[in-house]
């Protein structure tokens, strides 16, 4: 099946066992008003709702061109697309995946369908559904091409914002890999995921510095890159294309 919209029982059932919501911190917790790592599965859980006709037709129309773009890529065109429903506010709104299903919210559906940059919305999150599922060659791009090496989990920084599209670590700047960066909440009380900056930290210090990562973390980097260049048919980076014609 090309597009899988994915029942409320499946969805439930992949979340209880999902490591996400075990790597939250107080931070994170409280960042999406929850006092516990169950209270907030349960919130999660309790806001999925099913896909009416409509809905569906419009997401089945989307990925359809999306898999057009995508049809020079072996890999990631093989890859099912499947979509799970959110009725609440989870995780700000933003579009996001678990496991190999992309979440979507009411608020999404409700945009102008025949806007062609959700398309690029999501094809950046069928990367990170790709990522789970390639693995190894994600990594080959990651540390290969681009130089990142992985730092250390996530967890053990209580600021760092824990985020669904990504692995567990924070990684080695590539541009300057005597540092680690990541995301990190602005006050020790957030009020919501988006109070949060990049933090760049000296390894051998372990004092702050002025950041020069873009993105929060490579696979970041990687799902907004390469949905650029699939959305725009191009990819100026010579290192990068060769990297997707073979594993992409």
Request: charged residues 25%; contains cysteine; aromatic residues 14%.
């Amino acid at each position: 099946m090309v597009v899988d919209f994915v029942t409320k029982q499946e969805t439930a059932a992949m979340l209880y066992r999902n490591p996400y919501f075990d790597r939250m911190t107080p931070m994170d917790l409280e960042a999406r008003g929850a006092s516990s790592i169950p209270e907030y599965r349960n919130k999660y859980i309790n806001a999925i709702v099913d896909f009416d006709d409509k809905e569906k037709k419009e997401l089945y129309k989307l990925v359809m061109v999306a898999k057009n773009m995508l049809a020079l890529y072996a890999h990631i065109s093989s890859i099912p697309w499947r979509f799970a429903k959110l009725s609440q506010n989870i995780e700000n709104g933003y579009p996001h995946t678990l496991a190999d299903i992309i979440f979507v919210e009411e608020g999404f559906l409700k945009r102008n369908m025949n806007d062609r940059s959700i398309v690029k919305t999501l094809i950046h999150e069928q990367i990170h559904v790709y990522q789970r599922l390639f693995s190894k060659q994600t990594m080959q791009l990651v540390n290969n091409v681009w130089g990142y090496q992985r730092a250390g989990p996530r967890n053990k920084l209580k600021d760092a914002r824990n985020n669904p599209d990504l692995d567990e670590y924070v990684y080695l700047s590539s541009t300057n890999p005597r540092s680690f960066f990541y995301i990190a909440y602005a006050s020790n009380h957030p009020k919501g995921i988006n109070e949060a900056n990049i933090k760049q930290t000296d390894v051998y210090s372990n004092k702050p510095m002025a950041p020069s990562e873009t993105y929060e973390h490579p696979f970041e980097r990687m799902a907004y890159e390469l949905s650029e260049y699939v959305y725009a048919e191009q990819c100026p980076d010579e290192d990068l294309y060769g990297w997707m014609t073979k594993n992409f």
